[in-house]
């Protein structure tokens, strides 16, 4: 029997401005689409940080394709970059001051200095073309349209052939038009890609358009979803 694609049981207690937030999330699940529904504040974001390596469960495991990327019982614990997990943030995250090249070519980039602004490799060649983003490889973020900024945090994700893809509200900043193109086409491109995605949305279409396994998030804990018995 192959591992399940998805075993996360985490936990987690934050602290804040003398407010107190506890984490509890767990759910198993071989679905290739995952789609984190829940209110704001209802733990979605840190629950894909906790997978992605961007923070640290107090207890508890991670584990993707069957493998674990952190377990705190057996202190394994590997590295954020080493993960090959793309996580593409709410703001997209762009760096302002590198083109629309480049900041794919970064995700591809070892060392301090940043990459060449003319030259660009194959891969990412490659990925401008599929997200039409080549009359704009040599623009800045703050160029462009919010359509062409999330095409190029998606391309940016993606040069690195990563193993699953998190999204964490990525049509939030859109206009309703373009939010449900975008929301059209990222689905085609999972599927045309076959590459496990998690996307966390507190709007119903979307839950509507990515189908897959619903995992419900009230008050950090999970209310409804591919929930396990095991716990951390």
Do not use: C
């Amino acid at each position: 029997m192959s591992a399940p694609l998805w075993e996360v049981h985490v936990q987690r207690r934050l602290e804040h401005a003398g407010q107190r937030f506890e984490l509890d999330v767990s759910f198993v699940s071989s679905s290739p689409r995952l789609v984190m529904f829940g209110p704001s504040g209802a733990g979605k974001s840190q629950t894909l940080m906790l997978m992605a390596g961007l923070a640290q469960p107090d207890r508890g495991h991670v584990r993707v394709s069957g493998q674990t990327l952190v377990d705190r019982a057996q202190r394994i614990n590997v590295p954020a970059r080493r993960r090959g997990l793309a996580y593409v943030f709410q703001d997209y995250a762009l760096f302002p001051h590198l083109t629309v090249a480049q900041n794919l070519a970064f995700s591809q980039h070892r060392g301090w200095l940043n990459p060449r602004r003319r030259k660009m490799s194959p891969e990412v060649e490659h990925w401008l073309r599929s997200f039409e983003l080549l009359p704009v490889a040599q623009q800045y973020p703050h160029q462009l349209s919010g359509g062409q900024r999330q095409r190029t945090a998606l391309a940016r994700a993606l040069v690195t052939e990563p193993r699953a893809l998190l999204l964490d509200e990525p049509f939030a900043a859109l206009d309703p038009a373009l939010r449900a193109r975008l929301r059209d086409e990222l689905a085609e491109l999972q599927t045309r890609l076959n590459i496990p995605l998690l996307v966390i949305t507190h709007d119903e279409q979307d839950v509507a358009r990515f189908g897959g396994e619903l995992i419900e998030i009230q008050q950090g804990r999970v209310l409804r979803g591919p929930v396990a018995g095991e716990r951390p």
